[in-house]
């Protein structure tokens, strides 16, 4: 599939759904490059509609450093579950179940909608996106970063 057709798939994608929201692993960084591919393809303006959780910034808020996809995965006991294996398709799956186990854990992900935490050491890895709301998140925070 040609760059501009997936482009125009996934516009169209996000345009035909009532309220599209966007779960990655460090989403800043995901985000970051999608707004590009999107713009670059005539499809920039789509990404208004869209709202994103980080569970990055979920995972910072419930276990210490390390903070990983991997470690996640460990701290959720999903080893025999999922395959981390850093190809697309098993990093979006293990996501997934990362996703549901925190959901479990805790049914409060809702309040991280466009809330992205960063490291105040470095703060905000590239620019800042449209929408998102961003709050200092050290390495072991104590408390909610939605509660702050």
Do not use: W
């Amino acid at each position: 599939v040609e760059k501009e057709t997936a482009a125009l798939r996934f516009a169209q994608m996000l345009e035909e759904a009532e309220h599209p929201l966007l779960v990655a692993y460090n989403a800043q960084f995901d985000l970051g490059f999608l707004c590009a591919f999107l713009s670059k393809n005539h499809h920039g303006d789509i990404y208004n509609r869209l709202h994103t959780i980080d569970a990055l910034t979920v995972y910072r808020d419930r276990r210490p450093y390390p903070h990983k996809l991997c470690d996640a995965i460990s701290a959720y006991n999903l080893e025999s579950t999922v395959h981390n294996s850093h190809r697309a398709i098993d990093d979006a799956y293990s996501l997934l179940e990362v996703v549901v186990a925190m959901e479990t854990e805790n049914p409060d992900l809702h309040r991280y909608i466009d809330l992205f935490g960063y490291l105040p050491k470095y703060g905000v890895n590239g620019a800042p996106l449209p929408g998102i709301h961003y709050k200092a998140q050290p390495y072991n925070s104590t408390g909610k970063l939605y509660e702050r």
